[in-house]
């Protein structure tokens, strides 16, 4: 127990460091063989002679930045203007299928929808356009990759509002709120003073990852994202693809600067986060009470609205692709509607859904015992994790998965570990244990502990109490936590490939390896297989508590 | 520490040796095989390759008990480079590659890493029924001799296709697709090099472009590179400002040409499967008023391989898997366009009557040539070609903006 914080670390922080080492060194001319073996800094020239480097690396930058902050605009103004409210309530019950759309799944539906022989152009052509061909139009893949950021967003706002549900309780939202209208501020406006400061400090870590992520995304930016040139981690996909194999020195290289750009702008982030305050600070001091209140909590709204009927309306649109006959622009709804690609690829579906819940379940059980190992630990000895080991547990998620899975790779074939169900399950484990522990970490912590006060006058020892009343009472949180992190593992693409040697085949490689041919009807099948599978997870996560605790009405909502 | 390393590498090569089938004693090769999984890496973008693949895999563990795991790629490149990964962590055998579809540069450089298992295509019972006079691509994979590493399965040759019901008159040579485009803007486009299809295309406009084509068959080094690629980059700087999308955005992939098509976007594109048009059609994925057609001069051809890496756990599950690929049952269910329609690499005209009468039942397909319709298949040039034009697109229209 006292060794389960540093036997966590280990699995998450080993793996992570391992492959920036094998990264670091292709990209300084290390690859025996390919025959690289002195140092050399020719990689890195190669990487500065490409000339589409500096546009690659400007759209990483500026739709990474774009996506995080519209992201965390949308969701401080939903929380601002509707939290406690009946719509609020509704927009918290359709998080749990919005987290579920796999971000692959959800782009294409987006780009389905806002296309120009898209669903919303076949709904108004001709009759309001005078379309009988769609229109040349630059929407999906422009060149400054405003689809890209919307569907980045459309995945966003969803894990955001989620982190900022679990922060909530313990910034007490309600009795500032109830102060500051009190004293005349407005909802919104009373709201951003005076809760929000609290909330960032609290989200700031998913902040991160947002941003790193949104930075680093490969599947939504080739499928939304411009491609002349594509954002750099498109790009160093690419060259490892090259049949031309030295290419692979240069992707090396350009997966370093891409962990660069990404820490560089992590940093400046946080400057700019002195910057925003300093600012707030005199914009709360200045007094106003709020003057466009009402129109900033409608476009609060508007736009969770917009990203959500995005996700939702998309994933209608490939459903409908599932079964539909032939469908041509510029028709709103296909010819004829059948279930001939259902009866060809459902015999195909078995294996890896029943290979994605394996793996998700293992995954998750092993992430859900070290977090409560870890929590349970922090408990009784007091090994409180300070900041610092909080970042530590991000680390996975604020590295591109790009500059460290390759040589992740490479250290597992030499360790003579790699191609089984269980090395892609450790490799799940990095990934899955970091949301879980987020999900689970305050649930656990607000626990009364004088219940294990009165536990222990009645003779029970530290371990009974936590099996025997801890655990029972806090179902409904690990249940959450867990449903979390099953669908983080079903989502994982690049290392369930790379770790399992292409023989460990999941929904999502399936997909990936499919919609790499722009079959609308398959690509519709796979983005639904994969939300049914996590939205089981979290129905499970809603249903047990309630009909565990049928008779235990606190016990019973999920947190 | 050093002789622990040793004893270790010893074991490990004497293992590798040891499993390693000799392809000219066939019996052996099939008796090794029973009850060997073959993971047959290739590229899953298609349902129809897909369920052909599935198909195949229940032939063989029907015949020989070697059971077919399809490891569906979005990338050949994928498994090269797993291939490559095993290599440098020294994993010399046992590795999670058994087979891949391969051809072209993929191959030349897996064959210059020395990542290729071989030779053993030759040895195939099914190989002399090949039609190597005839069909030279299968002996020579983009210039390069396969000398056996790998092995033919299906013949591709570049054809175009549209909708006759929007475009009834095409353009049938390179110059006449620019005037086209020029009057019908927007209504063209192509895979964005280094997409293969896309890099065919600029092989292709090469061929009609080139002062002398003949050329093209000699590496890159040796010839007058500049020189001899100025009208293929005049006329791409005037064809791309009236391609889709005005060359801002190109299509990712061949296939994605499919939906673009379907969805009234372009009236005209390319493959490299002469039967992919009407497979659409058959699978609602194209209106049945598509058409294909070449272009004057004739068009780029070459062969589907499959190859083995030099450290596959299931060597003689692959050979068999290879060879039933080889057997007119095999081929002619690949033809038929209902199916595949990918062109046989067999000399029909070799096989005995009740095999050839599997071929001359075959239905051409709507939209599918007749061989006489397709014509001659040009050579692939070098692979240096390919690779010297996708760097030179790249810079030039690829970061373009």
Known sequence: MRLAPALTLVLLLGPVLAGLAGTLAPALGLFPALGGRSLSLAPAMALLDWPGLVPAARLSVTTGLAATALSLAITALIMAGWSGTRAFRWMERALSPLLSVPHAAAAFGIAFLIAPSGWISRALSPWATDWHHPPDLLIVQDPWGIAMVLGLVAKEVP????????????????????????????????????????????????????????????????????????????????????????????????????????????????????VAG?????????????????????????????????????????????????????????????????????????????????????????????TLACLQAEHRFGLSPGARSLWLLYLPLLIPQIAFLPGLQTLALIAG???????????????VLPYVFLSL?????????????????????????????RLPMLLAPVLTAAAVGFGVSVGQYLPTLLIGGGRVQTLTTEAVALASGGDRRVIGIYALAQTGVVILGFAAALLLPRLAWANRHALRAAA | MNRLFSAFALAVFAQGAAADPDPADWDAVLQDARGQTVYWNAWGGSTATNDFIRWAGDQVQQRHGVVVEHVKLSDTADAVSRVLAEKTAGKDAGGAVDL?????????????????????????????????????????????????????????????????????????????????AAAHPGRFTFPQPPDFLGTTFLKQALYGLAEDPALLQTPVEETD??????????????????????????????????????????????????????????????????????????????????????????????????????????????????VLGYGTVLATNRLDPADRALFDALELGIATLTPVELGPALPEPHPSWAVALEKDWSARFGVAQ
């Open chain 1, 159 to 274: 894990f955001l509002l989620l982190m900022t549900l679990a922060a909530l309780p313990q910034a007490m939202p309600r009795r500032s709120l109830t102060i500051a209208q009190s004293l005349g501020y407005c909802r919104v406006t009373g709201w951003l003073k005076a809760v929000f400061p609290r909330i960032y400090a609290q989200i700031r870590l998913p902040v991160y990852a947002v941003l790193a992520y949104s930075m680093s995304v490969v599947d939504v930016a080739i499928i939304l994202g411009p491609n002349t040139p594509p954002p750099l981690a498109v790009q160093v996909v690419r060259w490892m693809g090259d049949p031309d194999l030295t290419m692979r020195f240069q992707a090396a290289a350009g997966a370093v600067l891409q962990l660069a750009l990404v820490v560089v702008v992590l940093t400046l982030w946080r400057l700019g986060e002195g």
């Open chain 1, 278 to 370: 300093r600012l707030g600070k005199s914009w709360i001091a200045r007094g106003g009470r709020g003057r466009f209140d009402h129109a900033l909590g409608l476009a609060g709204m508007a736009a969770a609205t917009l990203t959500a009927g995005a996700v939702l309306l998309g994933l209608a649109g490939l459903a409908l692709w599932s079964v539909a006959g032939f469908w041509t622009f510029p028709d709103a709804w296909p010819d004829s509607l059948t279930l001939r690609a259902w009866m060809r690829h459902a015999p195909g579906l078995r294996d890896p859904v029943l290979e994605t819940v394996i793996i998700a379940l293992a995954a998750t059980l092993i992430a859900l015992a070290l």
């Open chain 1, 417 to 431: 570990a790699d191609m089984g169900r269980g090395v892609v399950i450790l490799g799940h484990v990095v990934f």
């Open chain 1, 441 to 469: 970490g305050d649930p656990f912590r607000k626990w009364d502990t004088r219940h294990a006060t009165i536990a222990a006058a009645l003779g029970a020892a530290p371990r009974r109490t936590f099996w025997a009343i």
């Open chain 2, 100 to 180: 891949i579809w391969i051809n072209g540069a993929n191959f030349a450089a897996m064959k210059e890493a020395g990542l290729l298992f071989g030779p053993w295509a030759e040895n195939l019972p099914n190989w002399p029924l090949v039609d190597i006079e005839g069909k030279p691509a299968v002996t020579s994979d983009f210039t390069v001799p396969t000398e056996g590493l790998e092995s033919p399965w299906a013949m591709a040759q570049v054809v175009f296709y549209h909708d006759s019901a929007r475009l009834p008159e095409p353009p049938r040579s390179i110059p006449a697709l620019l005037e086209w």
């Open chain 2, 225 to 338: 590179y500049a020189a001899v690629t100025a009208p293929l980059w005049a006329f791409l700087d005037d064809l791309t400002p009236n391609l889709w999308r005005r060359g801002r955005a190109y299509p990712q992939t061949g296939p994605r040409q499919l939906q673009l098509m379907a969805d009234g976007e372009i009236d005209l594109a390319l493959s490299f499967s002469p039967g992919e048009a009407s497979t659409a059609i058959a699978n609602g994925e194209l209106p049945d008023t598509v058409r294909t057609f070449v272009i004057d001069g004739g068009t780029i051809g070459n062969a589907s391989f499959v190859a083995i890496p030099y450290n596959a756990t299931a060597k003689a599950g692959a050979m068999v898997l290879a060879d039933f690929l080889l057997s007119p049952e095999a081929q002619a269910r690949a033809q038929d366009p209902a």
